[in-house]
Every structure is written in C-alpha cells, then in structure tokens.
C-alpha cells in the first residue's frame, strides 16, 4: 500500500506524512529533501543550479535514509539533514527541481523504495506513484503557512510568505493535486486533525 500526501510549500506534509505513518506503522519519504540535498550540495560546489550538468556528478553520493522519526539525508558518510532547511536553499530549489535530469533520478530513488511507506511531495500522487490507492493534497493560505514557518526561520512572516508564494508559483508545474486526491485545506486543522482526517479516510 502506498499512501501519498502532496500540497504546496509549507502546508505541513512533513509532519503530517510522519504522523500518518507512524499510526500505520510503515515508513515515510519526502522527496523535497532530495531536491534539497542537490541544491545545497550545487550551491556548496559553486555550480550553476539551472545547469543539470553541472548538477549530475554531485548525485552518486546522495541517499536517503527514511526513518519512520525523521527522514535523513547522506551524502557518502555526511549527515546534510539539518543543512536542508535555510532560507538559502529554499531560495534555489525549485530551479534545481525543474530539471528534467534531476526529477528522473529523484523519481527512481523513490520508486526504488519497497511498499507499504507513505511518499510526500508535489508530484507523488500524479507522476511518482499514479496508481497510489490513498492519495491526499494538503493547502493553507500564504499568510497561515508563512505564521507556521516563521517558527523556523529568521526571517519575518511578510518576506516568509512572499518567498513562499514565489516557491509556488515556481512550483506550479509540477504542483496539483491528482485528479483522484482528497484536498483538505489545513488552515482551520492542528497538526494532529490532519492527521486524523487521514487516517480516518483510510479506515
Ligand atoms: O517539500 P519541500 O518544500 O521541502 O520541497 C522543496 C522543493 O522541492 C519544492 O519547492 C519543489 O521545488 C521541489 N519538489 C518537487 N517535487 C516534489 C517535492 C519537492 O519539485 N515531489
């Protein structure tokens, strides 16, 4: 069983997807960590992030580790997980993520993983695992998901939500809902009544 749980930036899916796992007991997968980890190492390298070619040697060593805690991110022996979420790499994900190059090998590192986990993104429940039997698509508006994230980043909540409408709108190809997804808007939910909502639509 595969369970996919897509939305936009900062709609709470990492969380969700890990609470919503943990209850079945199965693991979970976030694929932005992955286009994450490229971004960081391209920007550590100094290289173009709109090159894929530029960007392709630096994959052999990344790999994704997905504990049902907390998903980790290796490149060779190094720990990149807790470098993943600056405002640094958020400001050049999303031209990382629009390469075609690098969306194939995201897309065959998680089809590699055995069933039954649970996949979080933008593009599971549509491109990554179509034939998904659950699949969900969790929004908020700018202003709530900016409020959430501003407890992660230094910035304030009106340069945090302005970035984060641009990472939409960058995102917008590969960012809608399947047309067989379940859309909760997460606005007026806890993390918690998210979770719920999920688990009672899988029951
Ligand atoms: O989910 P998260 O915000 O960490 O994703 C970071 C970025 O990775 C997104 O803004 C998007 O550009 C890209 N992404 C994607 N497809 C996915 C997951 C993430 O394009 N399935």
């Known amino acids: 069983m595969i369970v ?5 930036a900062a709609s709470g899916k990492s969380s969700v997807s890990s609470g919503v796992a943990q209850a079945l007991g199965v693991p979970y997968v976030s694929s932005g960590l992955l286009y994450r980890a490229v971004t960081l190492l391209g920007l550590n390298a100094g290289a173009e992030l709109a090159d894929a070619s530029a960007l392709l040697p630096l994959l052999p060593g990344v790999r994704l580790e997905p504990l049902a805690s907390g998903n980790r991110v290796w490149n060779a022996d190094h720990d990149l997980t807790a470098d993943l979420h600056s405002t ?3 400001g050049g994900v999303s031209t990382v993520a629009a390469l075609p190059e690098i969306r194939e090998w995201v897309d065959a590192q998680l089809r590699a993983l055995p069933a039954p986990l649970v996949a979080e993104g933008r593009d599971m429940g549509t491109n990554v695992f179509p034939h998904a039997p659950h699949k969900f698509y969790l929004t908020a508006s700018p202003r709530v998901r900016a409020e959430r994230r501003a407890k992660e980043r230094p910035e304030d909540i009106p340069a945090i939500e302005a970035a984060l409408t641009e990472r939409d709108r960058q995102d917008t190809t590969q960012s809608a809902p399947a ?3 379940r859309v909760i808007d997460t606005g007026p939910l806890t993390l918690q009544g998210v979770i719920d909502t999920i688990l ?3 029951r």
């Open 88 to 90: 640094r790499v958020d």
């Open 200 to 202: 009672a639509d899988l």
């Open 179 to 181: 047309p067989d997804a």
């Open 4 to 8: 996919t749980i897509d939305g936009v």
